[in-house]
């Protein structure tokens, strides 16, 4: 039965989670004073790439051709990890995780390699390095937060409420980590082409079809997994109830809604500021480490 | 009379080196017979055998004395195969770095035992053991910075890792993997025996001394890692970083004992040996891969390489595997373990109190910060090897290699994952080894296959299950796979890579090792001290006729530390010799003088 249940979550979650960038697109197109696509543009995409035909590079090789699917299938894998109406934490913590996101991202940046490309390459790197510079502001966010609530696993993290200075400077640390991992401006910018600023987009520069739809994919499960646990933190919702219908309605509302907002939240954020030169990155990141730091110093003094 | 000690400790670290050293073993049949003649493989295999027998001597023998001496059997012999390649010019002055290291190690080490070995009146370990019980306090401070700075030598700790980089890369690529994979751990094996269980822990300074150390190590081994672009060099530098996150462990076990958290302190052991299994295995394995490379190119540079995967798909198979491993990869072994590190620092702060739990924070973000590095790391040590075009005809004409040296390797790949998945069996094993070295009873202390459960101290769940977590990736993955293939069938075609228009896109478009490493150059350029060069020759303003550029790092160590070293050694040598005039006559006045100097010092005391 728990299986089913876990199965039906999985299913429901990655339906959803292109849905979420087509909001932030269509809020983005709004303010600007643009009509904008339909929110559901996501869809229309994946259906146009699945329903083209790939060109394969002809310099590349098993790891090209493998990369996405590794990519799709460390999300997918990662999302039964994520507590939503049933918990399914007995496999790993946040720090497994992360160490989840660590696995698509090595298959994916090795691609970007694969095709003998210089932005395929150029890619690889960029991301490598914003993702090593992210991954001890991640641990250090988590550090801090575990020390109020006593455990690293991500079930706790969704059924206490603590609204303390440590969980608002974690979250904020978390905050700016996300805009990199989910290729958002300042670090990175998804609207544009441009071979001197693109970063994720470079590594997928080489894909098309199929294939191209699979990293699409992973890439929103991506997002909406970091949604989920940024908002298990600031507004946590635990479990519902019961699994009676109305009341499984209004959790799943709740639910959502909260994502909905953080997205709108990013919409806003994304048309107001510029994009960082790669270099200036680190200098984010220090910003958002000195947030982490002073979670944990908080985290100190039980504040 | 020798007697030999085989007590949990022993046999733990007597497994590992057979872990390795069998594959290595194996693995060698097929990288001798290509370059090597006759004699000279006779030779290795001599030297081979002494190696490993030198080693599993060092792990059992039961008195400081003979410990010391196979302990230097250990050095010379792997000097002997730092230089075994002695046509290379790079060998002699690598091996002269090595010796010169480890017998600064050695006097140390001697130093320590001698200063015991007085105390107690005896050799034998049993008996140091309980003269060390009434040592007093700053004798005990004073031998555990002996001990500290002669294993550290070994182990490769900063800034004590100077040598590494050099010898190990040079040696036979089966013998790099064992000096990395093995050797440099039986000086963890010194540190436990002789710190741990022989010394005692006295003071809390020694496992913060230990974990700042291991905390520069890790991250000066990786960043060095990432800007080298020699194979070989790379994963020795790598060497440095790993044997800093099983000197956090450690470090860990020492700061928890002596804050009276028994159970943590076993709990980070075990997580630290766990650590010094899985680096044998893969980097025993990555060296082996790095050998294949070698004698398939016939170089070891990065720059040099490209698109071997298609010509040698064993080999890069089962180098993906150990990057993988090393990358921290779940579900593979190096995961397990660093997973177990990081919650060592999370269990720990959550008991420790005030600026602790700072500092244990601290050391967590560093630990963070060498994993995300290290996957950086060998995503350009796999991809520019191994993928893309050939950038030069070294690479081009490659051929897999033999049959035996797919073997070891493979054993040592299919090894990573067993252990990766077998992380609740061997836990517990590793941490009945860590219960024996502290002496604590660890029968209350309970690891269920997908849970650890520190009690009493914590009494918090953490939730791992490695084989789960596979089956949900291998499922996932399969999901996946079926996504793909639904709907109506789509064609696939073969073309080239886009080129902008360009109309012919070859290697030299490829992006290289150091631009890969270009951005972590210049964000870690206070440390590396990167440079550049420009010279131009002008035929005229307007025509410039050549162009050199040239691009490195300087090492912090060897700038500030060991050549002004070198540079006071040899001018104390240069004032010496004023006293060697070379005259007869000035001798036999030495001579005289030093007879009266002793006959007075005789008489007066």
């Known amino acids: 039965m728990n299986i089913i249940f876990i199965l039906l979550q999985v299913f429901l979650l990655l339906a959803v989670a292109p849905l979420i960038s087509g909001l932030i697109t269509k809020v983005k197109n709004n303010l600007r004073m643009r009509q904008g696509a339909s929110i559901f543009q996501p869809y229309y995409n994946l259906g146009k790439l699945f329903s083209k035909g790939e060109v394969i590079s002809v310099n590349a090789s098993w790891i090209f051709r493998a990369a996405p699917f590794i990519a799709l299938g460390s999300m997918l894998a990662a999302l039964f990890l994520v507590p939503g109406f049933v918990s399914v934490e007995y496999a790993g913590d946040f720090l497994v995780l992360i160490f989840l996101f660590g696995l698509g991202r090595f298959f994916l940046s090795l691609a970007g390699l694969d095709t003998a490309s210089a932005f395929g390459g150029m890619g690889s790197s960029r991301e490598m390095f914003i993702a090593s510079l992210a991954e001890p502001v991640i641990f250090l966010a988590i550090f801090a937060l575990s020390l109020q609530y006593g455990s690293t696993s991500l079930s706790v993290l969704n059924n206490t409420h603590l609204l303390s200075v440590t969980g608002l400077a974690s979250s904020a640390a978390l905050f700016m980590v996300i805009l990199a991992e989910t290729s958002r401006l300042p670090v990175d910018n998804q609207e544009t082409h441009l071979e001197l600023t693109m970063i994720h987009e470079a590594i997928d520069l080489e894909y098309s079809g199929r294939r191209l739809g699979l990293i699409e994919l992973s890439a929103y499960l991506k997002q909406l997994i970091w949604f989920i646990l940024l908002a298990n933190i600031i507004f946590p919702v635990g479990l519902p109830a019961s699994f009676a219908a109305w009341q499984l309605l209004i959790w799943a509302l709740v639910f959502m809604g909260r994502i909905f907002i953080l997205s709108i939240l990013i919409a806003f954020l994304e048309v107001s500021i510029a994009k960082m030169r790669l270099l200036r990155v680190t200098d984010f990141f220090t910003f958002a480490i000195s947030l982490a730091l002073i979670a944990l110093g908080s985290a100190m003094f039980r504040l | ?605």
């Not at chain 2, 401070?141 to 900063?158: D, P, S």
């Not at chain 2, 077998?422 to 941490?431: F, P």
């Not at chain 2, 360009?502 to 890969?516: P, Q, V, W």
């Open chain 2, 1 to 605: 009379m020798i007697s030999l000690l085989f007590d949990p400790l022993s046999l733990f670290f007597i497994f590992v080196i057979f872990l390795v050293a069998i594959p290595a073993a194996i693995y060698s049949i097929g990288y001798l017979k290509k370059d090597y003649s006759q004699g000279k493989i006779i030779l290795a295999w001599v030297l081979f055998f002494a190696f490993v027998l030198s080693m599993l001597l060092v792990v059992t023998v039961s008195n400081v004395f003979i410990f010391l001496i196979v302990w230097e059997v250990m050095s010379l012999v792997s000097y002997f195969l730092v230089v075994f390649d002695s046509t290379h010019e790079k060998s002699i002055s690598a091996g002269l770095i090595y010796v010169v290291m480890t017998h600064i190690g050695t006097a140390f080490l001697i130093a320590a035992f001698m200063i015991m070995a007085n105390f107690a009146g005896s050799f034998e370990f049993s008996a140091l053991k309980s003269a060390c019980q009434t040592m007093p306090y700053q004798l005990r401070n004073l031998i555990f910075i002996l001990l500290l700075i002669g294993f550290g030598t070994k182990a490769g700790l900063v800034p004590l890792h100077i040598w590494l980089p050099y010898a190990h890369p040079q040696a036979p690529s089966h013998i790099s993997s064992l000096m990395s994979g093995v050797m440099i751990k039986t000086a963890i094996y010194g540190i436990i025996r002789f710190i741990i269980l022989i010394l005692g822990v006295s003071a809390l300074w020694w496992g913060i001394l230990i974990l700042v150390l291991a905390g520069a190590s890790c991250l000066v081994g990786i960043i060095y890692a990432l800007v080298e672009r020699d194979l070989k060099k790379l994963l020795a530098y790598s060497s440095v970083e790993n044997i800093g996150i099983i000197f956090l462990g450690l470090g860990l076990s020492i700061f928890f004992f002596k804050l009276g958290m028994f159970y943590l302190a076993v709990f980070a052991l075990a997580a630290s040996l766990y650590h010094l299994v899985n680096h044998a295995i893969f980097k025993g394995l990555l060296f082996l891969g790095a050998g294949s490379v070698y004698q398939a190119t016939g170089t070891r540079d990065i720059e040099k390489m490209g698109g071997l995967i298609k010509v040698m798909p064993w080999t890069s198979a089962c180098f993906l595997v150990g990057a993988m491993a090393i990358a921290a990869i779940p579900p593979l072994n190096g995961f397990v373990s660093e997973w177990l590190t990081l919650q060592a620092f999370f269990l720990g702060a959550f008991s420790v109190s005030g600026g602790l739990k700072l500092f244990l924070g601290i050391g967590a973000v560093v630990l963070a910060l060498t994993g995300g590095l290290a996957a950086a790391c060998f995503v350009k040590a796999f991809g520019l090897t191994f993928l893309a075009l050939p950038r030069t005809s070294l690479a081009q004409e490659a051929k897999e290699i033999s049959l035996s040296m797919k073997f070891g390797m493979a054993i040592l790949a299919l090894l990573t994952l067993v252990f990766g998945l077998a992380a609740a069996v061997i836990i517990k094993v590793l941490v009945k080894i860590s219960g024996f070295a502290f002496s604590i009873d660890i029968s209350n202390m309970k690891f269920g296959l997908n849970n650890f459960v520190l009690s009493p101290e914590c009494g918090n769940q953490v939730y791992l299950s490695v084989p789960l977590l596979a089956g949900l990736i291998l499922f996932s993955v399969i999901l996946t796979v079926i996504i793909y293939f639904v709907g109506k069938k789509t064609k696939s075609v073969a073309y080239n890579t886009w080129d902008c228009g360009y109309y012919k896109l070859d290697a030299r478009n490829e992006y290289t090792a150091i631009g890969f490493s270009k951005p972590f150059r210049i964000a870690f350029s206070f440390f590396l001290m990167s440079y550049k060069k420009i010279q131009k020759t002008r035929d005229s303003f307007y025509h410039i006729k050549s162009f050199i550029y040239e691009t490195n790092t300087k090492s912090v160590f060897k700038e500030y530390i060991y050549k002004p070293l070198v540079n006071f050694v040899l001018r104390a040598a240069k004032f010496m010799r004023r006293a060697q005039a070379g005259s007869i006559h000035i001798y036999i006045g030495y001579i005289f003088a030093a007879i009266i100097l002793l006959l007075v010092f005789m008489n007066r005391f």
